[in-house]
T-cell receptor, first 115, second 110 residues
Framework: GAVVSQHPSRVICKSGTSVKIECRSL??????MFWYRQFPKQSLMLMAT?????????EQGVEKDKFLINHASLTLSTLTVTSAHPEDSSFYIC???????????FGEGSWLTVV | DAKTTQPPSMDCAEGRAANLPCNHS???????VYWYRQIHSQGPQYIIH???NNETNEMASLIITEDRKSSTLILPHATLRDTAVYYC???????????FGTGTSLTVIP
């Protein structure tokens, strides 16, 4: 069964609005989660590392004020795309390290379309 | 940045073995090699990982060269459902971030 759950799987929002994507670890507690973005026909790009109880760590070139990450509990991290624009339309995926530490599990992804 | 290079695409006949190569010439001694695959519009799925020994599980086999500078993922009997993009990733022992390369788009042909 699924180890990581994302919600919503698809969302359409108007330009200028904000949208929140949730990532839940279903089987174990996760102090760290990761957020990726993937444009069509491209590879996954790591955006940020979400740390429970502390600030997220962003990769170079990713705007922290635009992509707000909150990791308020050991099973939930949220990514909020603020003031979304059409160029933010993408596939957003989260990942979680498994309990053994050897395997990293990915969520099913969330398609964001900004119109 | 990704530490791996893979051919952009490959074809394989259904029922035959699919051999997907990966170069990771700058890998260090304590870095693992991971393989994931991504079927269209889904999150990546774990396949297998290894450090220096060859590994096998119910999905695939992983062959790592003795110098560890390259590896091959083997799907022993490819099916149409194995059509996907396959990513080879080098993972630092203390890091859980994955830096994806471009991957190999495998098409299994009937």
């Amino acid at each position: 069964g699924a180890v990581v759950s994302q919600h919503p799987s698809r969302v359409i929002c108007k330009s200028g609005t904000s949208v929140k994507i949730e990532c839940r670890s279903l089987d174990f507690q996760a102090t760290t989660m990761f957020w990726y973005r993937q444009f069509p026909k491209q590879s996954l790009m790591l955006m940020a590392t979400s740390n429970e109880g502390s600030k997220a760590t962003y990769e170079q070139g990713v705007e922290k004020d635009k992509f707000l990450i909150n990791h308020a509990s050991l099973t939930l991290s949220t990514l909020t795309v603020t003031s979304a624009h059409p160029e933010d339309s993408s596939f957003y995926i989260c990942s979680v390290v498994g309990a053994s530490g050897n395997t990293i599990y990915f969520g099913e992804g969330s398609w964001l379309t900004v119109v | 940045d990704a530490k791996t290079t893979q051919p952009p695409s490959m074809d394989c006949a259904e029922g035959r073995a699919a051999n997907l190569p990966c170069n990771h010439s700058t890998i260090s001694g304590n870095e693992y090699v991971y393989w994931y695959r991504q079927i269209h519009s889904q999150g990546p799925q774990y396949i297998i990982h290894g450090l220096k020994n060859n590994e096998t599980n119910e999905m695939a086999s992983l062959i790592i060269t003795e110098d560890r500078k390259s590896s091959t993922l083997i799907l022993p009997h490819a099916t149409l459902r194995d059509t996907a993009v396959y990513y080879c990733i080098v993972r630092e022992p203390t890091g859980n971030q994955f830096y994806f390369g471009t991957g190999t788009s495998l098409t299994v042909i009937p």
